[in-house]
């Protein structure tokens, strides 16, 4: 296993995380009702926390007590070609149903994710994966309530669920198709295969759309791909221009 | 019981310091007062996340965005508390988000002025929420014991924004120059508008007799905005900074710190909906409620269908 795989599989995992939580974050003060606000608000706070851990322990493989790395010149200081997350999770808030849906994709992925990485052969990966494991369940139920609600509730709310199905679901494929670095982590014990995840993955979806009384699109669609080797859709330029801002602006500052 | 006597017993009450609560009769003009009050308290809180989630996204730092996405939240669950307190007067959350929504209900002008830098989110937390605290402090004795304990739990969560604020200050004034003079530009803008949080003077002040009477406030407008300078003034100089008042000085005499006066056309201005970002802010609220009526209608839905099927289920 190189250095350079570990290390890119952790960035990979900590810019999921991160880059969702900064789309969530952008509900904050703009719910379609206080209480969900808040919820959505606390997903975004888990996985920052998340990216956190990730970044810290990925700057401290790279550093070799350099100090160098830390998580913020991480989040903050690579540009678009250098991140590894999904297209999923940089694709726009859209409406409430395309939020949730969103989540509720990510989740079940990342559920299934977490919870094999628990026995990961990295001790650190797993006991990150452990805590996060447990602030995912929620997220996986909560994203699934909201699903069948919407699913199952009124005419409009059939009907943006099912936009939101057709713009999310070309996503979806990518997730599990491993990436280089995926691939030589699980190889080495550390990772997880996630081609392996699918059908787990696809049998919750298909439960949770039954509730929701809807079903999932033709599977022989065509999947958008490249998030991970760092080909994103246009939208991640725009998400980093805004978040990195002001390290760019004043840099090397301390705040 | 007559109305007098029922009076009677109110005023022992409230003479005794025995807290009203929701299920005691009060007059009806204390009842109007109350949710007046906290229904404004409330709007203040959500309108409140406006301004602070206005840097969420371009948070200098991964711990900086945790604490303020943190700290945005806290407001959102007061106005929560604060709903629900309004809603034992016998008022609904909907009912008092729609006088927000016409414009009938006020919220504290202060949220009315933009954020422009980082430096800003500081100043929030040292100025706004330390001259919020103030009065919050003052609220946990009032005579309503809703809105009392209500305050108890915010009051906990506003001193630790005060200090979250404050450390964010004391990092930029031992920054670059550039980040020194951003934090002196933000207390400049910042420092007139929270002083006039404390609303007008005690002579000009039209609901606060009454209120002190019914001991719903307890103390005046000007001691609170006194007590207020007095703190800032001291901790303006661990920040190596200067508060943009010439007159500000101490007076050995009343041991207290005189100032310059305040620039009430500007506060009555902001008051009429003349503020800087006012539509702004109306617009953002009536937006998020207007454009999530669709999902709260689907929730509702969803629920009347549950409860049916479950129903006949039971049948």
């Not at chain 1, 990216?51 to 989040?75: F, K, M, P, V």
């Not at chain 1, 997350?85 to 509720?104: K, M, S, Y």
């Not at chain 2, 120059?177 to 007139?192: F, G, L, S």
């Not at chain 2, 800032?232 to 010439?246: G, R, Y």
Request: some cysteine.
């Amino acid at each position: 296993m190189t250095k350079d795989a570990t290390y890119n599989y952790l960035l990979h995992l900590a810019d999921n995380a991160l880059i969702l939580a900064q789309r969530n974050s952008e509900w904050c003060g703009h719910g379609p009702v206080l209480e969900q606000d808040i919820a959505i608000t606390n997903i975004s706070l888990d996985l920052i926390g998340q990216s956190r851990s990730l970044y810290q322990y990925a700057a401290e493989l790279i550093n070799e007590g350099t100090g160098a790395a830390t998580e913020d010149t991480l989040a903050y200081l690579r540009d678009t070609r250098d991140f590894k997350n999904c297209l999923l999770v940089e694709q726009p808030n859209g409406d409430w149903a395309q939020t949730i849906l969103r989540q509720f994709f990510f989740s079940t992925y990342q559920f299934f994710l977490y919870q094999r990485l628990q026995q990961s052969g990295d001790a650190h990966l797993a006991a990150i994966a452990e805590k996060s494991l447990k602030e995912v369940t929620y997220h996986v139920r909560w994203s699934s309530e909201w699903v069948i609600r919407l699913g199952d509730g009124t005419e409009e709310s059939r009907n943006r669920l099912l936009n939101a199905l057709d713009e999310l679901w070309m996503f979806t494929g990518e997730l599990f198709v491993p990436s280089a670095y995926e691939s030589e982590a699980f190889k080495a014990g550390i990772g997880v295969d996630v081609s392996a995840l699918k059908a787990n993955w696809e049998q919750r979806v298909n439960e949770v759309f039954e509730e929701a009384t809807i079903s999932i699109v033709s599977t022989s669609a065509w999947m958008q791909s490249g998030g991970k080797e760092g080909a994103h859709t246009e939208h991640l330029g725009f998400i980093l221009a805004e978040m990195q801002y002001m390290q760019r602006v004043y840099p090397g500052c301390e705040w | 019981m007559s109305v007098q006597e029922l009076e009677q017993i109110f005023l022992a009450k409230i003479e005794q310091e025995i807290r009203i609560e929701p299920k005691d009769w009060m007059p009806d003009a204390y009842r109007k007062t109350l949710i007046r009050q906290i229904s404004q308290h409330a709007h203040s809180e959500i309108v409140g996340m406006l301004p602070e989630g206005n840097w969420i996204s371009r948070a200098p730092s991964l711990k900086r965005k945790a604490i303020l996405l943190a700290k945005v939240q806290d407001e959102a669950g007061h106005g929560l508390y604060l709903y629900s307190a309004a809603e034992t007067l016998g008022t609904t959350r909907e009912q008092t988000i729609n006088d927000l929504h016409s414009g009938k209900a006020k919220y504290s002008s202060i949220f009315n002025y933009p954020t422009l830098t980082w430096a800003d989110i500081g100043a929030i937390g040292w100025l706004v929420d330390g001259a919020a605290i103030l009065n919050q402090v003052m609220l946990c004795r009032t005579s309503y014991g809703p809105y009392a304990r209500a305050m108890v739990r915010i009051c906990k969560e506003e001193s630790f924004h005060q200090r979250q604020g404050f450390d964010i200050l004391m990092v930029l004034s031992k920054g670059t120059p550039e980040q020194r003079a951003m934090c002196q530009d933000a207390i400049n803008r910042w420092w007139w508008p929270s002083l006039m949080m404390f609303g007008p003077h005690d002579s000009e002040s039209t609901h606060s007799e009454q209120s002190t009477q019914w001991k719903i406030k307890r103390m005046s407008n000007d001691e609170l905005r006194q007590k207020f300078v007095d703190m800032i003034a001291e901790q303006v100089k661990v920040l190596n900074m200067t508060l943009p008042d010439e007159h500000l000085k101490w007076n050995e005499e009343t041991k207290h710190y005189d100032f310059g006066g305040i620039n009430w056309t500007e506060f009555w201005n902001v008051v009429k909906g003349n503020g800087p970002c006012n539509k702004q802010r109306l617009d953002a609220r009536r937006k998020a409620w207007d454009e999530g009526a669709w999902v709260r209608e689907a929730a509702s839905a969803h629920a009347a269908k549950r409860k049916m099927r479950q129903e006949k289920q039971i049948a």
